[in-house]
């Protein structure tokens, strides 16, 4: 066994298929222990059976509905008090929907899932991540970012969902494409601002993309863009290629002092402007908090 993140809890959420399962197992053989959020309780359990077969620790995991901000707290709070110390931290969950859904507190679901959950479980996970420092907070984005910035005014995609007039590849993927690339751009806005509030402190915070993927993603959004989305799998990466970035960012001690960074290929990379914005980033923060009860 590779004995790199020996003794190293790992908090991860997305991974029961995918570049989430293929991280989980990676850091597992390197010798952490894994804690997975999921949904879905066979796969969930085949997961952890995976997982001790590859490293005998006490792995172990939690069930909610990612997109529910009481969820999300209740499972945050019950990590807390069964880990004495947290040392990783992967928000890694999403998914692309197709038609406006909402949760039943409200919110689109796709700002719920994509956002919501990854600002919530950290949050709720802080104080151990502050007392297991040098930690490490790491969040999937992606490349798809870049359609454009925040509307404040529209961050539950009301507004988003019901323009028929959206243009070229945008009318193609549907609105749910772009509601999909504001949630990825919240991921990384919400990395530089939780890498500003963490400075100093030995908690890093990092977002990377890792590409385009064949994986389960895109399977559930139905209508032409799930067929479109799976066309487009049968040449993109494995698993394993989306993975890298991902185990890098958790486990390289290259990454050990690097913060607030996008990544794509093990490396920093430049995001959009909009992504840049440290004002819409402190904005996001306080529309957030005030969403999930929190004090901003």
């Known amino acids: 066994m590779n004995a790199t993140m020996k003794d190293k809890t790992v ?6 298929s995918g570049i989430g399962q293929v991280a989980a197992e990676s850091l597992a ?10 949904r879905g309780r066979e796969r969930g359990e085949a997961a952890v059976r995976r997982l001790c077969q590859l490293n005998p620790a006490p792995h172990s995991i939690h069930y909610a509905d990612l997109s529910s901000i009481s969820e999300m707290k209740r499972v945050a709070a019950e990590i807390a008090r069964a880990e004495p110390r947290v040392d990783v931290l992967i928000n890694n969950a999403g998914a692309l929907f197709g038609t406006y859904q909402s949760t ?8 719920a899932l994509n956002h919501m959950s990854y600002f919530v479980l950290t949050q709720g996970l802080r104080e151990r991540l502050l007392a297991s420092a040098p930690a490490r907070v790491v969040s999937t984005s992606s490349d798809a970012h870049a359609v454009g910035a925040l509307d404040f005014d529209d961050l539950q995609s009301v507004k988003t969902y019901g323009n028929k007039s959206l243009g070229g590849w945008l009318r193609f993927g549907g609105p749910g494409f772009k509601v999909y690339g504001r ?3 919240c991921n990384i806005l919400f990395t530089r601002e939780l890498a500003r509030r963490f400075a100093n402190s030995g908690v ?4 990377l993309h890792p590409g385009f993927v064949a994986t389960r993603f895109g399977d559930e959004t139905g209508g032409l863009m799930s067929f479109s989305i ?5 040449f993109a990466l494995t698993p394993e290629q989306g993975a890298e970035t991902l185990i890098y960012l958790a486990s390289s001690p290259d990454a050990t002092h690097v913060s607030g960074q996008y990544f794509h290929k093990c490396r920093p990379a430049t995001p959009s402007s909009a ?3 440290d004002a819409a980033a402190q904005r996001l923060w306080q529309a957030s908090a005030q969403l999930a009860g929190y004090t901003a």
């Open 275 to 277: 992504a840049q914005d």
């Open 230 to 234: 799976g066309i487009a799998k049968r």
């Open 204 to 207: 890093t915070a990092n977002c």
């Open 29 to 38: 053989k390197m010798g952490a222990k894994i804690v997975q959020v999921a």
């Open 104 to 111: 039943a507190e409200g919110l689109e679901r796709t700002f």
């Open 183 to 185: 949630s990825k751009l």
């Open 11 to 16: 908090v991860i959420t997305g991974a029961t």
